[in-house]
């Protein structure tokens, strides 16, 4: 077994077959657990498929499920069997606190450029929506208070209380 295969995690490797295929194919959101698994197959990173890879695309990466045992964050359930990487904005449950990317020094260095990527694009389109509503809601009800002390009014509103 080289260095690399008693290095590379099978998470990494997991992540790096469903980042190719988000590069290859960016006018789809996810993909199916298989697809994952069967993009892992022809990049054949270590000259063999892993079995792991197959559970790590079905349980222990996906952010969003029970940590069973992994907490990691790499990959994120759409729907039933779709998935696609995960974005620090997504929901995740709560007992998982794994990491969301590998290591840069983790990973085979022709992929490395997958990382800057990720940080660089498909990342920041996750953020697009994080907290709008909240920003959306900046003045809201200021013809309300129009001309009228807030406190005065929030007075007036409490009069007759019990």
Known sequence: MTVLARELKVADETWIAAALLHREHPEREDFAEHEIVERARNENILGILRPGVSVHANTHCVANRPPSPAGLRMLY???????????EADHSHPDRHGKI?????????????????????????????????????VGAGKEVFAGEDPDEYVRRLREGWA
């Open 77 to 87: 359930e759409t729907r039933r069997g779709m998935r696609r990487l995960y974005r």
């Open 101 to 137: 990317l590998p290591k840069r020094d983790d990973i085979p260095a022709q992929y490395r450029y997958l990382l800057d990527w990720y940080e660089a694009e498909y990342a920041q389109a996750g953020k697009e929506g994080w907290l709008s509503g909240i920003f959306e809601m």
